[in-house]
C-alpha cells in the first residue's frame, strides 16, 4: 500500500461516521449543531494562547484603533509610534527567532488583526533583519540584537536589488575583504545593484542586513550577509550610504520602502554573519558549506519564516473578511413595503437577507473552508519547523513555498468576494475588507513571487518522478461518482495531483532524452503554466490532508461542523479542477453535476436559518470585537450615520 | 437559416483569408506584421477625435500630474481644483447628454486616463444628475443646467438609500403634495431611508436629484425624481437637510461620498421633473405612463449612461494597464553574470526579457486580447444608442448591464494580472495599476451590482426561450476540434450560451409547470449561480462577435493583428467555459488539449521578436506619455532612482 493510499484508508475510517451524518444533514439541512465559539477558537489556536490573549488585549489601546484619514507622511508616522509602543511591552524577543520559534511567530501573527503596515514593519525588523542575524550571525552580534530588542537600532533587510527582483543568486552588491584594514568593502557597482524596495530604507532603519557577493583574495565565494549600519544613532545617513524614498504604495502605506546605494562603504570584518562561513584576519576564507548553492540556501532560510507568517497574515485577513461579510450578509435584507419590480428590470428582492441567495454563499462559504483548511495547513507546517532536522527542512521549503502562494492567492479572491458582498459597505474604509486589499495586494509578489514559488513546489515532485520512471498518468480512483464523500474527495485530489506530475515529467523527460539538461530546461519553461496548476493541485491535496486529519482527531462537538467545512473545501478545489477530472474521465458529466449541487448542498446547510452555522464557525476564528472594529459587523447596520 | 447560423457563415467568409494567415504564422511566428500604432488608435477611435485630442492635451497642466502623498481631505481638495479647471474649459456642455451624447462621453471619458476619482466626481455630476434633469425635466428647468455647465451649481444623484442598496424600487423617502402651499414635502421616515453614499453629498453639492415615492391626493404614484437644494450659495446647508461624511473609502478618495436625510423639507412644485409625470397646482397627476414600473423604467434611465461610462472606464484602466505591464516585462531581464542556482532552490534566469515566459503571456496577451475585445463591443453598444427607438432601447439595457458586468470584472482580473506581472514596481504608486486597482475595486458593484447586472442580462434571454419552447438542449456545433479557427470559436461560443439558456428555461419551465410563477420564481433564485454564468456567456458571444465583424471590417493593414487578437480571446473565453464543452462533448479532450496548446501558439506570436507586435498593439490604444505616466512604461527601469 503506497502512502497515498494509506492516506485515504485513513480517510475512509476517519470519515465513516461522518458520511452518516451528512446524509442526515441532507435529509435536513438544518440538524447540524453550530459548534461552541470559544471550542473552536480554542480548537484553532495551538501555541502560547496566554501571550496572544495579552496582546489582543493590549491592542485596545487607542493608538491601534485604524485611522484612514492620514496621508503617507502621517500614516508613517503613526506607524512607527505603534511599533515602539509594542516594542516597548517587550512581548517577545528577537532571540525567540532561534529559541522559540512559535512563540515569536505568535507575538508577530496578532499584528495581522491590527494593521498590516505594523505585522509587516515588524516583521522586516524582528524577522528578516533580527531573524537572518540571530541564525546567521554568532555571539559577538548579540549586542545588536539586544539593541534591535529596545529598538535602539530598527533594522532593515537589503537583499532585493533593482535588477534582480526573484534572482537572489544573481544580485550584484559586492563585499570585498581588504587585509590591510580587516575591513571589507561594501559597494554598488552600478545602478541596477542598488538595493531596491527596503523597507524600512526610506526614514527609519539604522542597520541592515546586507546581502552581497563576497570576494577574498580575488575568490568569489557567492552571496554572503553583512550588518551594516544606515544611520548614526542622530538618525544621519552613514558615510558612503545614500538613500532614496520609494514613495507612495498602493497600500502598506505605514512602512517607508527605500532604494540604497554603497559607494565603497567600509565595515570592519566582525560585519559578516559568520556562524558557518569566516574569514579570518589574515583573509583566509573557510566554510562549513562547500557548495556556493547550498550556501546560499542556508543565507536565504530566513525568507521561510518571513513567508509563513505572510501565509499567516493571509488567512487572519480572510478570517476579518469572510466574518465581516457574513455577518452583514446575514442581516442585510432589500427589504421593500412596495411591490416588486417587473421582472425584465430587476431581479425578486424581498424580506430575504442577502445571505440567503447561493450566489452568495458560494462566495462567502468557499471562503470561509478556505480559511479553515489554510489555516489548519500552516499549523502542520509549524509541527514541521518545530520538528526540525535535514528532512524536515526540505519539506519546510516546499510546504511554506506552496501554501505561501497558495494562501495569499486565495486571500486575494476571498476579500474580493467579500467586498463584492458587501457591496458599498465593503468599499468603506472603516469596514476594513477594502484597506486590507490595498495593504495586502503584495503578498502575491513578495518574500517570493508565487508563479516563481509554485515552480519551487513542482520541481522536487518532478524530480522525483523522474527517478522513479513514474511518468505515467496514473488511472483514475474508483469513486461512487454521484455521491461525492469526502473520502473520494481526498482520493480524487491526490490522483490529479499524481496525473498533473505524470504528464509533465514525461515531457521534460521526453525532451531530455533528446536533447539533454538544456532541453529539459526548455521543456520545464515552455510548460510553466502547467507547473503553476501543479503546484495548485499539490496544495490543494495538502491542506485538504491536513484538514480531513484535523477534523478527525478534533474534539466530539466540533467533528461534524470541520467535516462539513472539510467536504466543502474539498469539493470547491474538484470544481477548480474540474477540467483535469473531465478530461480524463476521472469524472463523468453527471459526476461533476453531482458535484456543483454538492456544493450547492452543503452551501445551504451552512446558510440554513439565518446562517446559523455559518455565524458560529466565523465567531470560531475568535476575533475580538475590537479587532474586528467593521461597523457593519458589530453594530446594526440599520442605524448607521456616516 | 437562422441569425445564429447567419452569423457564422459571415464569420466564415471574413476569416477564410485570416485563417491562411494564421496557418503561415505558426510555421514562422514572427511573420505577423506590427500595425501602425497611429493607423490602430485612429481606428479605435470613432468619433469627436478632435475633442479627445483637446482634452488630452488640455491635461498636461500640471495640476493633473498624479500625487499620491495626500490625505483624504487634501485629495478632494485637489479633485475640486481638477474639476472646476475641466469644467471652466467648456469642453461639452449638461445639455449634450441629449443632444450629442456620444460628444457628453467623449468628454468624460477621456478624464479616465487621468484620474477615477475627477471621472466620477465630473460623471456624478453631468451625467447622474445633469443628465437626468435633461432628460425628465422640461424648459423650466433649464436654468439649473446652465448653473451646472458653469459649476454654480454642483449637483449629486440621491437615489440609493441605506437600506435599499440595489432594490431601487424599494427606497422609501417620501414626496407628498401640499395643494395648499403648492409643494412638495421630502421626507426621509426612518434611518434605512436616508440617501447612503452619494457623490458630492458630504461636501460639494449644492443641487441634488432626489428619488422619493410621490403621493398625491392620496394616492401613491411610485417612484419620482424632485430636484432639491442642499446648500446655499454659501455652501450652507439647507433647513431640514442634514448630511453625514461617509468618511474614507478603499479608493475614490477624492469624491465625497455622503449620508443625507430630509426633515419635511419644502420644495416648489416646479421641483418635480415633469416631463413624463405632471402634478398641476390643484394637485391632479397625470403620466404619460400608466404602470408605475414603467415609469420607473423611464426615472432610471440616467443610469444607462453611467453604466456605459464605468464599463468605458474599466476597458480604458486596462489599456494603460495592459500597456505598463507589457512594456515592461519587456525591458524586465533577471539579469545574472553568477552561475545559476542549482534548480532545487530557484527557477532558471537569465537574460531573457520576463515577457518571454508563457505564464507572462498567456496573462498579460489574454488582457490585451479582452481589453480590444470590450472596446470594440462598447462600440457597438454606442451605436444601439444613437440608433434609438424602442427595440435598440431594450436592447441597451441588456447589453449595458452585460458589458459593465463583464468588462469591470474581466478589469479586476486583466489589472491584477498586470500588477502581479509587474511585482514589487506593480504596487508602487507611481507606477499607476495599483492606485487604479484601489479606486476602481468599486466598479463591480456600484451603478448595478455585477451579479444583479448578469441576471438583466439573462433573464429576457430565458423569457424568450420559454415563450419560443427553446428548452432542449441543442447539439454540439460540427466544428474541426485539432484546428480551432475563428469560425469554430464563434460557433461554440454561440453554442455555449444557447446551451445554458436551454437549460434554465427548462428547470424553471418544469417548476412554472408544477407550481406556478412562485415556483418558478424559486426555480430561478436556486440556479443563480448558473444564471451569473449564463450572463457570462453572452457577454462573451457578443463581444467576440463585435470584434470579428470589427476585425473583419477594418483597414487592411490592422486585419492580420486583430484577427489574432480577436481568435485569442475567442480561445480564452472557450478555456474559461471548458467544463461546459468537456461535459456535452462539444470539444474531446484532445481538442481541449490542442485548444491550451492553440492559446500559447498565439501568445508566442505575440511575445516573439522581444514583444514587437505585443507592443505595437499597446501602442495602438494611443494613450500618450503624459496620462501613461509610468516610469517604468516610459523610462529606462535600470536607471530608476527613489
Same mark, same amino acid.
Request: net charge neutral; proline share 5%; hydrophobic share 40%.
Given at each position: 500500500?503506497?502512502?497515498?493510499?494509506?492516506?485515504?484508508?485513513?480517510?475512509?475510517?476517519?470519515?465513516?461516521?461522518?458520511?452518516?451524518?451528512?446524509?442526515?444533514?441532507?435529509?435536513?439541512?438544518?440538524?447540524?449543531?453550530?459548534?461552541?465559539?470559544?471550542?473552536?477558537?480554542?480548537?484553532?489556536?495551538?501555541?502560547?494562547?496566554?501571550?496572544?490573549?495579552?496582546?489582543?488585549?493590549?491592542?485596545?489601546?487607542?493608538?491601534?484603533?485604524?485611522?484612514?484619514?492620514?496621508?503617507?507622511?502621517?500614516?508613517?508616522?503613526?506607524?512607527?509610534?505603534?511599533?515602539?509602543?509594542?516594542?516597548?511591552?517587550?512581548?517577545?524577543?528577537?532571540?525567540?527567532?532561534?529559541?522559540?520559534?512559535?512563540?515569536?511567530?505568535?507575538?508577530?501573527?496578532?499584528?495581522?488583526?491590527?494593521?498590516?503596515?505594523?505585522?509587516?514593519?515588524?516583521?522586516?525588523?524582528?524577522?528578516?533583519?533580527?531573524?537572518?542575524?540571530?541564525?546567521?550571525?554568532?555571539?559577538?552580534?548579540?549586542?545588536?540584537?539586544?539593541?534591535?530588542?529596545?529598538?535602539?537600532?530598527?533594522?532593515?533587510?537589503?537583499?532585493?536589488?533593482?535588477?534582480?527582483?526573484?534572482?537572489?543568486?544573481?544580485?550584484?552588491?559586492?563585499?570585498?575583504?581588504?587585509?590591510?584594514?580587516?575591513?571589507?568593502?561594501?559597494?554598488?557597482?552600478?545602478?541596477?545593484?542598488?538595493?531596491?524596495?527596503?523597507?524600512?530604507?526610506?526614514?527609519?532603519?539604522?542597520?541592515?542586513?546586507?546581502?552581497?557577493?563576497?570576494?577574498?583574495?580575488?575568490?568569489?565565494?557567492?552571496?554572503?550577509?553583512?550588518?551594516?549600519?544606515?544611520?548614526?544613532?542622530?538618525?544621519?545617513?552613514?558615510?558612503?550610504?545614500?538613500?532614496?524614498?520609494?514613495?507612495?504604495?498602493?497600500?502598506?502605506?505605514?512602512?517607508?520602502?527605500?532604494?540604497?546605494?554603497?559607494?565603497?562603504?567600509?565595515?570592519?570584518?566582525?560585519?559578516?554573519?559568520?556562524?558557518?562561513?569566516?574569514?579570518?584576519?589574515?583573509?583566509?576564507?573557510?566554510?562549513?558549506?562547500?557548495?556556493?548553492?547550498?550556501?546560499?540556501?542556508?543565507?536565504?532560510?530566513?525568507?521561510?519564516?518571513?513567508?509563513?507568517?505572510?501565509?499567516?497574515?493571509?488567512?487572519?485577513?480572510?478570517?476579518?473578511?469572510?466574518?465581516?461579510?457574513?455577518?452583514?450578509?446575514?442581516?442585510?435584507?432589500?427589504?421593500?413595503?412596495?411591490?416588486?419590480?417587473?421582472?425584465?428590470?430587476?431581479?425578486?428582492?424581498?424580506?430575504?437577507?442577502?445571505?440567503?441567495?447561493?450566489?452568495?454563499?458560494?462566495?462567502?462559504?468557499?471562503?470561509?473552508?478556505?480559511?479553515?483548511?489554510?489555516?489548519?495547513?500552516?499549523?502542520?507546517?509549524?509541527?514541521?519547523?518545530?520538528?526540525?532536522?535535514?528532512?524536515?527542512?526540505?519539506?519546510?521549503?516546499?510546504?511554506?513555498?506552496?501554501?505561501?502562494?497558495?494562501?495569499?492567492?486565495?486571500?486575494?479572491?476571498?476579500?474580493?468576494?467579500?467586498?463584492?458582498?458587501?457591496?458599498?459597505?465593503?468599499?468603506?474604509?472603516?469596514?476594513?475588507?477594502?484597506?486590507?486589499?490595498?495593504?495586502?495586494?503584495?503578498?502575491?509578489?513578495?518574500?517570493?513571487?508565487?508563479?516563481?514559488?509554485?515552480?519551487?513546489?513542482?520541481?522536487?515532485?518532478?524530480?522525483?518522478?523522474?527517478?522513479?520512471?513514474?511518468?505515467?498518468?496514473?488511472?483514475?480512483?474508483?469513486?461512487?461518482?454521484?455521491?461525492?464523500?469526502?473520502?473520494?474527495?481526498? =482520493?480524487? &485530489?491526490?490522483? !490529479?495531483?499524481?496525473?498533473?506530475?505524470?504528464? *509533465?515529467? #514525461?515531457?521534460? $523527460?521526453?525532451? %531530455?532524452?533528446?536533447?539533454?539538461?538544456?532541453?529539459?530546461?526548455?521543456?520545464?519553461?515552455?510548460?510553466?503554466?502547467?507547473?503553476?496548476?501543479?503546484?495548485?493541485?499539490?496544495?490543494?491535496?495538502?491542506?485538504?490532508?491536513?484538514?480531513?486529519?484535523?477534523?478527525?482527531?478534533?474534539?466530539?462537538?466540533?467533528?461534524?461542523?470541520?467535516?462539513?467545512?472539510?467536504?466543502?473545501?474539498?469539493?470547491?478545489?474538484?470544481?477548480?479542477?474540474?477540467?483535469?477530472?473531465?478530461?480524463?474521465?476521472?469524472?463523468?458529466?453527471?459526476?461533476? =453535476?453531482? &458535484?456543483?449541487? !454538492?456544493?450547492?448542498?452543503?452551501?445551504?446547510? *451552512?446558510? #440554513?436559518?439565518? $446562517?446559523?452555522? %455559518?455565524?458560529?464557525?466565523?465567531?470560531?476564528?475568535?476575533?475580538?470585537?475590537?479587532?474586528?472594529?467593521?461597523?457593519?459587523?458589530?453594530?446594526?447596520?440599520?442605524?448607521?450615520?456616516?
Amino acid at each position: 500500500m503506497g502512502s497515498s493510499e494509506r492516506r485515504v484508508a485513513a480517510l475512509l475510517a476517519h470519515l465513516a461516521v461522518q458520511e452518516q451524518d451528512e446524509e442526515q444533514l441532507e435529509r435536513n439541512p438544518t440538524s447540524a449543531a453550530a459548534p461552541c465559539p470559544k471550542a473552536m477558537a480554542d480548537f484553532l489556536t495551538r501555541d502560547n494562547k496566554e501571550l496572544r490573549a495579552a496582546i489582543f488585549d493590549f491592542l485596545r489601546d487607542p493608538l491601534y484603533a485604524p485611522n484612514y484619514h492620514l496621508s503617507m507622511a502621517g500614516f508613517r508616522e503613526l506607524t512607527s509610534q505603534r511599533m515602539a509602543k509594542f516594542v516597548g511591552q517587550r512581548f517577545f524577543s528577537v532571540f525567540d527567532y532561534t529559541r522559540d520559534p512559535l512563540k515569536f511567530q505568535a507575538a508577530l501573527e496578532c499584528l495581522n488583526f491590527c494593521d498590516y503596515s505594523l505585522a509587516i514593519k515588524d516583521g522586516v525588523h524582528f524577522t528578516l533583519c533580527g531573524g537572518t542575524i540571530a541564525k546567521l550571525g554568532t555571539e559577538k552580534h548579540h549586542p545588536i540584537l539586544r539593541k534591535m530588542d529596545t529598538l535602539e537600532l530598527p533594522g532593515c533587510f537589503a537583499m532585493t536589488e533593482l535588477g534582480h527582483g526573484s534572482n537572489v543568486m544573481g544580485i550584484e552588491t559586492t563585499a570585498q575583504y581588504d587585509p590591510a584594514t580587516r575591513e571589507f568593502v561594501i559597494n554598488t557597482p552600478n545602478n541596477e545593484a542598488s538595493k531596491f524596495w527596503i523597507g524600512g530604507m526610506a526614514q527609519t532603519a539604522k542597520v541592515s542586513a546586507v546581502f552581497a557577493q563576497l570576494t577574498v583574495n580575488g575568490k568569489w565565494e557567492g552571496p554572503h550577509v553583512f550588518v551594516v549600519r544606515l544611520r548614526d544613532d542622530h538618525g544621519g545617513l552613514m558615510p558612503g550610504v545614500r538613500v532614496a524614498d520609494n514613495g507612495p504604495k498602493q497600500g502598506l502605506l505605514g512602512v517607508d520602502n527605500g532604494q540604497c546605494w554603497f559607494d565603497h562603504v567600509r565595515v570592519p570584518r566582525d560585519a559578516l554573519l559568520d556562524r558557518f562561513s569566516q574569514v579570518d584576519a589574515s583573509g583566509r576564507y573557510r566554510c562549513s558549506i562547500d557548495n556556493v548553492a547550498q550556501r546560499f540556501g542556508t543565507m536565504i532560510g530566513g525568507l521561510t519564516t518571513g513567508r509563513m507568517l505572510i501565509a499567516q497574515a493571509a488567512i487572519d485577513a480572510c478570517k476579518i473578511g469572510v466574518t465581516v461579510a457574513t455577518r452583514y450578509s446575514a442581516r442585510r435584507t432589500q427589504a421593500s413595503s412596495r411591490p416588486a419590480a417587473p421582472s425584465s428590470w430587476l431581479g425578486p428582492f424581498g424580506d430575504r437577507a442577502i445571505l440567503g441567495y447561493i450566489t452568495h454563499q458560494r462566495r462567502l462559504f468557499s471562503g470561509l473552508a478556505t480559511t479553515y483548511a489554510m489555516h489548519l495547513a500552516m499549523l502542520h507546517l509549524k509541527q514541521l519547523v518545530v520538528q526540525g532536522g535535514p528532512e524536515a527542512g526540505k519539506q519546510v521549503h516546499v510546504v511554506s513555498s506552496g501554501l505561501k502562494a497558495g494562501s495569499t492567492w486565495h486571500r486575494k479572491r476571498i476579500l474580493n468576494d467579500c467586498r463584492e458582498c458587501c457591496g458599498g459597505m465593503g468599499f468603506m474604509a472603516a469596514n476594513k475588507i477594502g484597506p486590507m486589499l490595498n495593504d495586502m495586494d503584495v503578498d502575491t509578489t513578495f518574500e517570493g513571487d508565487n508563479t516563481v514559488l509554485m515552480q519551487q513546489v513542482a520541481k522536487p515532485l518532478l524530480d522525483a518522478a523522474g527517478k522513479a520512471g513514474a511518468t505515467r498518468a496514473p488511472p483514475p480512483p474508483a469513486v461512487k461518482q454521484l455521491d461525492l464523500c469526502a473520502a473520494c474527495v481526498g =482520493k480524487l &485530489l491526490a490522483w !490529479r495531483e499524481q496525473m498533473l506530475v505524470a504528464g *509533465l515529467a #514525461a515531457d521534460v $523527460g521526453a525532451a %531530455a532524452a533528446r536533447g539533454g539538461a538544456q532541453a529539459a530546461a526548455a521543456a520545464f519553461d515552455d510548460s510553466l503554466d502547467r507547473v503553476t496548476t501543479l503546484g495548485w493541485a499539490w496544495t490543494d491535496r495538502y491542506s485538504f490532508d491536513a484538514f480531513a486529519r484535523e477534523a478527525a482527531s478534533a474534539p466530539a462537538a466540533l467533528r461534524e461542523p470541520l467535516s462539513l467545512l472539510c467536504l466543502l473545501y474539498g469539493l470547491c478545489r474538484l470544481e477548480a479542477g474540474v477540467e483535469c477530472y473531465l478530461s480524463a474521465g476521472a469524472l463523468s458529466p453527471e459526476a461533476v =453535476k453531482a &458535484l456543483h449541487a !454538492r456544493v450547492n448542498v452543503v452551501c445551504r446547510q *451552512l446558510g #440554513a436559518e439565518g $446562517g446559523r452555522l %455559518a455565524l458560529a464557525l466565523c465567531d470560531g476564528f475568535g476575533i475580538p470585537d475590537h479587532l474586528l472594529q467593521a461597523p457593519i459587523a458589530i453594530g446594526d447596520w440599520r442605524s448607521f450615520q456616516g
